[in-house]
């Protein structure tokens, strides 16, 4: 269907939305049509008459789509980072960007929790040794992991997602957790719970037993966790990032690990994304390194608030085209 005089407006979906009543919303006023496979090819097919782009990364939306896409105005993206959209061409040519920031936070604290729990009750090892019959069952406290309570956790990035980990770790397990954000006021934002702002990233690696990282990648947070701050976190360390492959430096992160420099890693995003096979290979040869594939935020719950989300952000731009509510998606 054409997006002509009297017919609703074309919206354009890089992927199929997986929940009924959500796609069910969004058809209900627009056109909607999906790409014919999720790769900017399959972008460029149907660019051409959409007013509106709900888009999930790694998928790019480049500078050529959004010139192919004379009719766009709204790029509304589901998760929470837009570094897969070209940003500055859409700002260019009068395109808005939006993305889902806060939508996935229990989603991804969930991950990140249980990252933690998992590296520090050294449940890993406890399987690995047990199957290696190498568990000596006449001491049974040669295993004794340091806990999560009374310990020093790291949050790198205090927005929705580190703020919401910092709360489950201080009010639920009894840790103290230090927070580096220098864009956040840090001590306004932790109350009533009592995260300990720090103004140095060094310091916050030093002092802590695990550190989550929670910042989006831009020209200034590349590289922002070095081999310095990975080296600091010391032999028994963990550290997780759900962020952005590219805030932090993934070389440093597989030689320390390679070199018992640090204890744990657990990676759900890479730079490139997705990993090259010789990367997954060396993944593979790579002790104590977990990796999944940039799934923190997708739970049954998080998918369907992010797609739920993104439908109500694209149809609060149509309304003046003739989408006159947004519906409630529960």
Not at 49 to 68: N, Y
Request: charged share 20%.
């Amino acid at each position: 269907m054409s997006t002509g005089a009297g017919n609703p407006p074309r919206v354009g979906l890089v992927t199929a939305l997986q929940f009924e009543p959500v796609f069910d919303t969004l058809t209900a006023k627009v056109d909607a049509v999906v790409a014919p496979e999720p790769t900017e090819a399959g972008v460029a097919t149907i660019v051409g008459d959409v007013v509106a782009l709900i888009s999930r990364g790694p998928t790019k939306i480049t500078a050529e789509h959004i010139t192919r896409a004379g009719r766009l105005r709204h790029i509304a993206v589901t998760g929470s980072g837009a570094d897969h959209v070209d940003v500055a061409a859409a700002r260019a040519a009068g395109v808005t960007v939006t993305t889902g920031a806060g939508v996935a936070t229990q989603s991804v604290a969930e991950y990140v929790l249980g990252a933690i729990l998992v590296g520090h009750r050294q449940l890993l090892m406890s399987n690995q040794v047990l199957l290696a019959e190498r568990f000596d069952w006449t001491n049974r406290l040669s295993i004794c992991p340091p806990g999560i309570t009374g310990t020093t956790i790291g949050i790198v990035g205090y927005g929705h997602i580190g703020r919401r980990v910092s709360d489950i770790l201080i009010g639920s397990f009894g840790a103290h957790v230090v927070a580096y954000d220098p864009f956040v006021d840090i001590g306004r934002a932790t109350a009533p719970a009592c995260a300990e702002a720090v103004d140095d990233l060094d310091e916050l690696f030093a002092r802590a037993t695990a550190v989550s990282v929670h910042v989006p990648l831009s020209d200034t947070t590349r590289g922002l966790v070095s081999a310095r701050q990975v080296g600091l976190l010391g032999p028994d360390g963990v550290l997780v990032n759900t962020s952005r492959g590219g805030v932090v430096d993934e070389e440093s992160v597989l030689a320390a690990l390679a070199g018992r420099v640090l204890g744990m890693a657990w990676l759900d995003v890479f730079d490139p994304e997705p990993p090259t096979r010789q990367q997954l290979d060396r993944f593979a040869r790579t002790p104590n390194l977990v990796v999944t594939p940039h799934l923190a935020g997708i739970t049954m719950y998080g998918r369907r608030a992010a797609e739920a989300d993104a439908v109500r952000r694209v149809l609060a731009q149509l309304a003046p085209q003739g989408v006159d509510r947004v519906l409630q998606i529960d």
